[in-house]
């Protein structure tokens, strides 16, 4: 990833920065995920522990709620983790139809 925004224009870059910026809710909803993705067994402890420190721990950082050591790179993969873990969660609680019995009428 770092290696594919180096030629990336610095203007280009920060403007990406800014919209991966985190609320208070998005960053505790980010905290929350991996947490439950590593209790589940979906991500490594090393995984999860990368993803907290990305975030900067139990408050938010001063970067648009990210850490100013965490680059653009980093948030970018923090923020495509978050979403295919929200994703598989979301679609593992979806309640599943009853299938139609074609040889019974209402």
């Excluded at 980010?30 to 979906?42: M, N, S, T």
Aim: charge should be positive; proline fraction near 8%; aromatic fraction near 4%.
């Amino acid at each position: 990833m770092r290696e594919s925004l180096r030629g990336v224009p610095p203007a280009r870059q920060e403007s990406l920065k800014r919209k991966l910026d985190l609320s208070l809710l998005e960053f505790c909803k980010y905290q929350d995920e991996q947490a439950i993705a590593h209790a589940g067994g979906k991500i490594t402890y090393e995984e999860a522990r990368t993803v907290y420190v990305a975030l900067g721990g139990e408050t938010p950082g001063p970067d648009g709620g990210w850490p100013r050591e965490t680059d653009l790179a980093a948030r970018i993969i923090v923020t495509k983790l978050m979403v295919e873990l929200m994703t598989r969660r979301q679609a593992e609680h979806r309640p599943q139809r009853p299938k139609k019995n074609p040889g019974v009428t209402p």
